[in-house]
């Protein structure tokens, strides 16, 4: 069988991958630029991410965040898959009644969090840890996705989706599906910074609010610490003094040593956001699949999306699970 896969992010890799894996014959056009996972920061959360989503959406995130770990096992190397858990904190009183509703626990003593995590401030007033909330580097994900596709992927930014000339086509072009297929994906511009401090410095991924703010901050084993993000309805690429100074205040906040890093970059990224923020997962038309808006999912979301839209396409079964996501439910 013959697929294009138009998108050469975690989403359309992940899916090429899977249809390979199926003796497909795979051809990857992907646009040379970088996609949302790049400043991603791979936490896999689908409870401390889960505010405002549907039960149906909850459903599909778990499910994803069960087949990570095999997922990422058959990648064959090194992709920075970490279950040391995460912990979900407040740090005012206020901050305290808002995020608590989240939580699926009792609220922690500090005593017992900086057990957990010394590096905290004493300033942070109440978490939990939620240990099945792993994460995982997506820089490492689409590298080794990349190599395992090889040169089934061509550089070439495509115009129409005749132009793929496959008699079947999965778009997985993020924010750019809208312009191929005029379904409604909105760019939502994140600013993420990553900092460089001594490998060890934190053990868990931490998301938190602090003083109305929400941020979270994610340790690598290399020393790399990602601390994100801005959630802004924009479009532009512009690094902003108030974006970075919020994300650093609220990080510093909740762990001062973080104040002696390097900061190593700082990035914007475009989460592709739909009407309701849910992923657009199915058959568009005769020939034609969709798998795109994940919103701030895509690395969560990427191995129940291949595994669905890759059994999609080899035999035509929409499974159970992708109900609430049909590409057209906007028309
Ligand atoms: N998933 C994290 C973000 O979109 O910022």
Request: glycine residues 10%; negative net charge.
């Amino acid at each position: 069988m013959s697929v294009a896969v138009v998108g050469g992010g975690i989403i359309g890799l992940s899916i090429a991958s899977r249809l390979v894996d199926n003796g497909a014959d795979v051809t990857i056009f992907d646009d040379g630029e970088y996609g949302a996972w790049n400043v991603a920061a791979g936490m896999l959360a689908p409870g401390g991410e889960a505010a405002f989503e549907t039960p149906a959406l909850v459903r599909l995130m778990s499910s994803s965040a069960e087949r990570w770990s095999s997922f990422a096992a058959s990648l064959g190397v090194d992709v920075g898959y970490d279950e040391t858990g995460t912990l979900s904190l407040a740090v005012t009183a206020d901050d305290v009644a808002v995020a608590a509703r989240e939580w699926p626990s009792p609220a922690l003593r500090p005593s017992r969090l900086r057990e957990l995590e010394p590096a905290l401030s004493p300033r942070v007033r109440a978490g939990v840890h939620r240990p099945a909330d792993c994460q995982v580097d997506p820089r490492r994900v689409v590298a080794a996705l990349r190599e395992r596709l090889g040169d089934r992927i061509v550089t070439k930014r495509l115009s129409t989706l005749d132009e793929a000339g496959a008699p079947t086509v999965v778009v997985a072009a993020g924010c750019g599906t809208a312009a191929l297929t005029g379904l409604p994906i909105r760019p939502v511009k994140g600013q993420v910074l990553r900092l460089r401090g001594e490998p060890g410095l934190l053990r868990h991924v931490i998301e938190a609010t602090v003083d109305g703010r929400s941020v979270y901050v994610v340790p690598r084993a290399d020393g790399e610490i990602v601390v994100g993000a801005t959630q802004e309805e924009r479009s532009d690429w512009t690094v902003t003094a108030g974006g970075v100074h919020d994300l650093l205040r609220a990080a510093i906040e909740l762990v001062p040593d973080l104040a002696e890093c390097t900061l190593a970059e700082t990035l914007v990224g475009h989460r592709p956001g739909t009407p309701d923020n849910a992923p657009l997962l199915g058959v568009l038309r005769e020939g034609v699949v969709v798998a795109a808006g994940h919103f701030r999912n895509g690395v969560l979301l990427a191995p129940v999306t291949a595994d669905l839209i890759a059994d999609l396409v080899l035999t035509g079964t929409t499974d159970p699970m992708l109900d609430d996501f049909a590409p057209g439910r906007f028309a």
